[in-house]
């Protein structure tokens, strides 16, 4: 009776020492799985986060409620329901934004396109500021704009526009100022932001005051600046 105890004993033994081997071979199998699948999820990532051009596409005052409108005329009803869809309803990626100011619900192009530029709220027709209490509209705090980001990662940065270069929503790529109607100020930032490409309107505020059509307050000319900078200068499609 004794030795078929020890027997037992030692089969029982025996097996909790396979199971023990099966579950650190387990173990083991499990943490290369894991391993392999961490190190692929970092390798589609890495290349999901390749990108080669980022465009950040504005349509100025363009809400939720303009976009239902451009869809119902566009696509048409029938029966209660939208008869197709917009390009930019297939797109894989969909985010909303709020641009309201610091000082008002109610935003305008200027803090608005500062809140997609900065990712910071500022306050109404303020552009790449903190508002504060300073008396002169370029004394107020700086933001960073993704823009000046961007060309700080040595990356190339362009702003293109149908409006006038210096209005509010392209300007939020280079201002710095509490007020919006700083033109003569804008152009020359965005010279000083050295941004690679620059298409628009609003030559007025680029040539001297001597130039007649000139709107600028000083004898800067910024289109030779421009050109002396290296920028080829186009006034046409060709």
Same mark, same amino acid.
């Given at each position: 009776a004794a030795r078929q105890a020890a027997d037992a004993k030692a089969a029982l033994e025996q097996q909790q020492a396979a199971l023990a081997d099966t579950q650190t071979a387990l173990e083991a199998a499990l943490l290369d799985a894991n391993s392999t699948l961490t190190a692929q999820q970092a390798a589609a990532q890495a290349q999901a986060a390749d990108a080669k051009n980022v465009i950040l596409f504005i349509g100025d005052g363009f809400s939720i409620a303009h976009r239902t409108a451009a869809r119902l005329l566009?696509?048409?009803?029938?029966?209660?329901?939208?008869?197709?869809?917009?390009?930019?309803?297939?797109?894989?990626?969909?985010?909303?934004?709020?641009?309201?100011?610091?000082?008002?619900?109610?935003?305008?192009?200027?803090?608005?396109?500062?809140?997609?530029?900065?990712?910071?709220?500022?306050? /109404?027709? !303020?552009?790449?500021?903190?508002?504060?209490? !300073?008396?002169?509209?370029?004394?107020?705090?700086? /933001?960073e704009t993704i823009a000046e980001i961007a060309k700080r990662?040595?990356?190339? /940065?362009?702003?293109?526009?149908?409006?006038?270069?210096?209005?509010?929503?392209?300007?939020?790529?280079?201002?710095?100022?509490?007020?919006?109607?700083?033109?003569?100020?804008?152009?020359?930032?965005?010279?000083?932001?050295?941004?690679?490409?620059?298409?628009?309107?609003?030559?007025?505020?680029?040539?001297?005051?001597?130039?007649?059509?000139s709107k600028r307050k000083d004898d800067v000319d910024y289109i030779a600046q421009f050109k002396n900078a290296g920028y080829a200068f186009a006034t046409t499609k060709a």
């Open positions: 566009s696509k048409g009803v029938e029966d209660g329901k939208i008869k197709g869809r917009l390009a930019m309803d297939d797109m894989p990626y969909m985010a909303l934004m709020t641009t309201q100011g610091t000082d008002s619900i109610i935003t305008d192009s200027a803090n608005a396109a500062h809140a997609y530029t900065t990712g910071h709220k500022s306050c /109404v027709n !303020a552009l790449g500021v903190y508002c504060s209490r !300073a008396a002169n509209s370029l004394d107020h705090p700086k /933001v990662q040595g990356l190339a /940065v362009g702003a293109v526009t149908n409006s006038e270069i210096e209005d509010a929503t392209p300007a939020s790529m280079a201002a710095h100022t509490r007020r919006r109607s700083d033109f003569n100020d804008i152009v020359k930032m965005f010279y000083d932001s050295k941004i690679d490409v620059l298409m628009g309107g609003g030559s007025p505020y680029f040539l001297p005051q001597s130039t007649p059509g």
